[in-house]
């Protein structure tokens, strides 16, 4: 099983939980980044996997181009890497996070594969696939 799901707008990666003397609470840009995950999810996808599946995880992240660089810099730039803030582990975290109990019952069954951020003139996006690690372990040997 396999299963694609693309998030529109600027990924955002998990920010650090902050701790006041009221308790401990996620940040709101992540809050809000990770209900339109959810969002995505429902709107895209149907079930999920199952307990005791592993799951391998491709995450592609892209970025926008900055308008201020010059053009020329802009046409160099589509399809690099992107080396700036937020870090891929931070991107890994918020999605994956995002989906626990909804495409997979516990995220600890997650394999990540890779997780990439690349710029491009295209709109700004987050794509996401999951796929049963079993199958393609199976299909590997």
Do not use: W
């Amino acid at each position: 099983m396999t299963i694609t799901i693309t998030i529109p707008g600027t990924p955002v990666g998990k920010g650090r939980p902050r701790v006041t003397r009221h308790g401990t609470y996620t940040p709101e840009k992540t809050r809000e980044y990770q209900q339109k995950v959810r969002d995505c999810y429902h709107a895209q996808c149907t079930g999920g996997f199952a307990g005791g599946v592993p799951i391998l995880a491709r995450i592609t992240a892209y970025f926008p181009i900055p308008a201020s660089y010059p053009k020329k810099k802009q046409a160099a730039l589509e399809g690099a890497f992107h080396l700036k803030r937020p870090d891929t582990d931070n991107i890994a975290k918020a999605v994956l996070d995002a989906l626990h109990g909804l495409a997979y019952p516990d995220d600890s069954a997650v394999q990540l594969r890779g997780v990439y951020k690349i710029y491009t003139n295209a709109a700004p996006r987050l794509e996401l696939t999951l796929t049963d690690a079993s199958e393609v372990l199976h299909d590997a040997l």
